[in-house]
């Protein structure tokens, strides 16, 4: 069946560092992928989507591309702050599931000033 | 302003006492769910909504109940809670079930 893996965390790095927050999936055909971004106290939100193989998606200084060779989507920002601070979760969806989404089991980031 | 809204943010019950979740939406979304948050686990459905009268169980719907009879209500009910479902809930809706999701704030259950 269709998965989503991520790596685990926490993730800790020092403000203005580069992340990589590394997501891998296994589904059929052609999903659609997606980060969501969770900050303290909060629900979830949309941080960034690709639909399509090559799609790069990109909110906020983050990016993500949709590679389907190595059927990643890893996320990176270049320069991280302190509020960047949250729990991070890649999710893909297909049509021929409903486009239920699949979630990765999340990973914590902290950033240290 | 858009939004989902969750009621309670905390709730703290006992074995059995039955109880409900409120979430809606004020957006005019089509597409509604409920999940439940445990840590190591991530986000995991318990029932949605594809609209009006629809529902449908997700990956954990044991235990619980969903109604949808209004498009911006979407109630969960534990008719019996138990301990395991201690847990940290989420309501979300989105205009279809394909496109990006719109999160309440949480309602954080605590059985005993």
């Known amino acids: 069946g269709n998965s989503v893996t991520q790596m685990e965390g926490p993730v800790t790095l020092s403000e203005e560092a580069f992340l990589t927050i590394n997501c891998t999936y296994t589904?059929?055909?052609?999903?659609?992928l997606f980060w969501y971004v969770q900050y303290p106290g909060e629900g979830l939100q949309l941080l960034l989507k690709a639909t399509k193989a090559d799609d790069k998606g990109s909110n906020k200084g983050f990016e993500a591309t949709y590679r389907k060779e190595t059927t990643s989507f890893h996320l990176e920002k270049g320069s991280v702050q302190v509020s960047d601070s949250a729990v991070y979760f890649c999710?893909?969806?297909?049509?021929?599931?409903?486009?239920?989404?699949?979630w990765g089991a999340g990973t914590k980031l902290i950033i240290k000033p | 302003e858009a939004q989902v809204t969750q009621n309670p943010r905390y709730l703290i019950t006992v074995t059995g006492k039955k109880l409900t979740v409120t979430c809606s939406q004020n957006?005019?979304?089509?597409?509604m769910s409920w999940y439940r948050q445990d840590p190591g686990l991530g986000l995991r459905q318990i029932y949605y909504?594809?609209?009006?009268?629809?529902?449908d169980k997700g990956d954990v719907p044991e235990g619980y109940k969903v109604s949808r009879k209004e498009k911006r209500n979407f109630p969960l009910i534990l008719e019996s809670p138990s301990p395991n479902q201690t847990s940290l809930y989420f309501c979300?809706?989105?205009?279809?079930?394909?496109?990006?999701?719109?999160f309440g704030n949480g309602t954080r259950l605590t059985v005993t």
């Open positions: 589904a059929t055909g052609y999903p659609s």
């Open positions: 979300a809706s989105s205009y279809t079930g394909n496109s990006p999701l719109h």
């Open positions: 999710a893909l969806s297909q049509m021929d599931s409903n486009y239920q989404l699949i």
């Open positions: 957006m005019n979304h089509e597409y």
């Open positions: 909504s594809m609209n009006v009268e629809v529902t």
